[in-house]
């Protein structure tokens, strides 16, 4: 399974001074059945970190592994783009995701 995808981070800040940073990201995601014994999973995404006022985009490649493509679990890392100081999520990351299908009925067929 393949495509492109679209979603989003928000990252609250419990700082005074600082205000709470919403991510738009877009992207492409492929997950693989079974290769080399093991449900594997890739993606790249482009976000765009902003708090309204500043914009900080970032390039996010990530692989790991993938139950079906319902729950990933991904390992990534954040190339900021521009102004990588409004979010210091510069570097590696670990994602764990949980994916709803829009197409319910093309994942449970009932007979």
Known sequence: MYGPSISTEFLLQSQENKSNIIAPKIGFESYNANVIGLPWGARCNLVCYTNGKENSLKLAPEVGLSIWAFVNVFYGYNFPL?????????????????NIPLYWKKYFKHK
């Open 82 to 98: 521009t102004n990588s100081s409004l979010v210091d999520n510069n570097g590696h990351k670990l994602t764990v995701m949980v």
